[in-house]
């Protein structure tokens, strides 16, 4: 009697792994078809608009939109504490003076969710009812999944920074890929997940 509800527990634990691995297998592809390969032409403006730190790039297409008037004000949020605003104003050579009076620098914000909580005092604290998102592609999912739910009244419109490497390569071939995406993608789904079961969390 013990020995077949023992085999009958270790079937069930199994299955329930077995399944788990493969919604988790199709969450990766639904996952990688959620990362835009493409840069976008934004047709609208925004309140503000916000750049999330990492990618070489990500700044310089944030100021560029700044420039072209796509927002009031610029966020740059996770700057490192060592890096100064001159450092930073220099990626805006012939624009100082929009530099100097519309962009903001976050110092506080560690990580993806920092970020998301930091934009949302800055958002609220100035009115905004929208913002142009900048980040990687691949990083989109993950830090309009945090803004969305820090700013749920708040229209957020992505501007992917796309990686040519990204876009370009095989990632199904290429190891070094594949370890960024699946790397993002469990730190997706770990953020949704702590999302559901702290909905509250500020």
């Not at 998301?116 to 609220?124: G, Y």
Request: net charge neutral; hydrophobic share 50%.
């Amino acid at each position: 009697m013990l020995s077949g509800l023992a085999r009958w527990i270790g079937f069930l634990t199994m299955t329930a792994v077995v399944a788990g691995l493969v919604m988790l297998a199709f969450g990766f592809f639904w996952f990688v078809l959620q990362v835009p390969d493409e840069e976008v032409r934004l047709d609208k403006n925004a309140d503000g608009i916000v750049v999330l730190t990492g990618a070489a790039t990500r700044i310089p297409d944030a100021l560029e939109l700044l420039n072209s008037k796509h927002g009031k004000r610029l966020l740059i949020t996770g700057v490192h504490r060592t890096t100064s605003a001159h450092e930073i104003s220099r990626l805006m050579p012939l624009n100082q003076q929009v530099f100097s009076c519309c962009v903001d620098l976050d110092r506080s914000a560690l990580n993806t969710l920092g970020n998301a909580l930091e934009t949302r005092r800055w958002a609220r604290e100035r009115g905004f009812n929208s913002l142009i998102v900048v980040t990687s592609n691949w990083h989109m999912p993950r830090a309009m999944a945090e803004l969305s739910h820090q700013l749920p009244e708040v229209t957020l419109i992505p501007y992917p920074v796309v990686s040519e490497k990204i876009r370009s390569s095989a990632w199904l071939t290429d190891p070094a890929i594949m370890k960024l995406l699946i790397s993002e993608y469990l730190k997706y789904v770990f953020a949704v997940l702590r999302m559901h079961l702290d909905p509250d969390l500020a």
